[in-house]
Structures are given as structure tokens and as C-alpha cells.
């Protein structure tokens, strides 16, 4: 029988999406979101690799997770892994921050220092913060929760400069990227890509998975995947957003969806929007 259960829900005033999930065994394929990802982990060992490092966590540990990066997760123990977790639009959170320090340089985005914290007063910060937004509580509550939460978060972002392009990163990869979000409602081929790129496709994927962890098809399923979960939040139903993101049909979009984020786009769409399936 499987036990893996997720509680999922979204605060209507800042569109934070707060999750309680538990897992057995495989939780989820490797991924990326488009928020800032805040979570604590309640029981067990929450196991996964990030920044090419594997990791895990443990009750009362914070893991951190920026915007784009790739991660997964298991359960390396049989009793499996219990979690909270807050997902943070980029443009709410940072404009917030700004708000709230006067050290943010002008021309730079926050990032989180490290992937995971031993941080008592911030996983109690975070775990404040999901209470009040999951239940939710009065506004005003809500508010100073979220507030407490960017106070002990602070302590743990840097701010670093926007680099477009990012010297760290070769210049093709950065191309193909680009080209991959102008592009993703389209049934692109990989020798369309290279031929944008002015590279041949061999050496264009090795490039490519070396500067971001996938390779060109996996990444673009991603990125649609991303855009996925904005319009179910939205309320567009999986039957409409398969199409219009190049998905062969609702099933195929299920299934990709149902890898990454353990649940089926249609378990996402009612639990963000309550809209009947």
C-alpha cells in the first residue's frame, strides 16, 4: 500500500504555496523549480542530491534551495521522511528583503549561502510561517510570521550580482538555454537547437548537461513543467495545459508532473485553486 501523502495549498495574497508531505522509499525525480524553496524536515532522514552534492536531512534541519536548481528525493530509511516546506515567488521574496535590509547592492539577486542549515530559530521561523499561511490565521498573523521568517532567513542569503550572461557558464550553453524558453510551447529537435547554437548537437549536449545537470530534453520538460504549475494555479485545467506547453496529450503531462512533484496536475490545480477537476 503506498503511504506517500502531500497537503499542499496556496496563501491567496502573496501566492506562497505551503506543502506537508510524507514519503517511502522514491519521492520524487530530479527537478527545479521556479521559487525559492524554504523547508523543515519534521521525521526521518529526507534524502537528496543538490549542487552535485548528495544531502540529508534531519528533524529540525532547514533546507534552502534557489530558484533553477536541480534536486530529487528519497527515503534512505524505511519509516520514510516527513517535511514542511514554503515555496517563494523570486519577485515577492526579493522585494521583501529589500524592504527589510539596507546592505542589498543595487544589481543583485539573494541566494542562499548554504543548501542546508542547523538553524533552531530559523526552522521554527519556518515552521511559524507554514502554521499561519497553511491554516491560515488572521492577515495581521500571517504577516508578522512571514516576517519573522525573513529576519532569521537573512542570516543565511547572500547577494550576488546579476550576470547576464554568467561568465561561469560556457556561452553556448547559455544560448541554448535561452533559446529553449523562447521556444518551449514548440516541438523543438535538437538539431534545430544546434543549428541556432552555430554548434554541432554532440558536443552542444555535453556542454549543456555540464553547465546545468540535464540534458536539452530534460531541461525543456522541466522548464514546461514550471510553466505548468503557474497556469493549474491559475486555474487553467490539465487539458488545456498540455497543448499549449507541447505536451502529446493531458496523460503525458500527468505523467512527467506526477515524477517531479508527486502528485497529478489535476491534485495541484484543486489544491491551489479549490476548482472542482
Known sequence: MNSNWIDLRQEPDTGIETLRAHFRGHAYD???????????TEQGVQQFTCRRARHQSTPGKVFLLEPGEL????????????????????????????????HAPPASQPGFAHTLASDPRL?????????????????????AALDQLLEHLSGHLQWRRRLDPDPRLP??????????????????????LAAACNIDRFRLSRAFKAAFGLAPHAYLVQLRLAHARRLLAAGSSPAQVAPALGFADQSHLGRWFLRAYGMTPAQYRRRCTKLPD
Open 171 to 192: 556561452l553556448v550553453a547559455q544560448r541554448a538555454r535561452d533559446y529553449l524558453h523562447a521556444h518551449l510551447h514548440h516541438d523543438i529537435g535538437l538539431e534545430q
Open 123 to 143: 526552522a521554527a521561523a519556518t515552521a511559524c510561517a507554514f502554521q499561519s499561511l497553511h491554516e491560515p490565521e488572521l492577515r495581521m498573523v500571517r504577516q
Open 71 to 102: 534536486h530529487d528525493g528519497d527515503a534512505p530509511s524505511p519509516e520514510g521522511f516527513t517535511y514542511r516546506m514554503l515555496y517563494l515567488d523570486p519577485q515577492w521574496l526579493e522585494c521583501e528583503l529589500r524592504g527589510f535590509t539596507e
Open 30 to 40: 530530479p527537478h527545479w523549480h521556479d521559487s525559492y524553496l524554504v523547508g523543515v
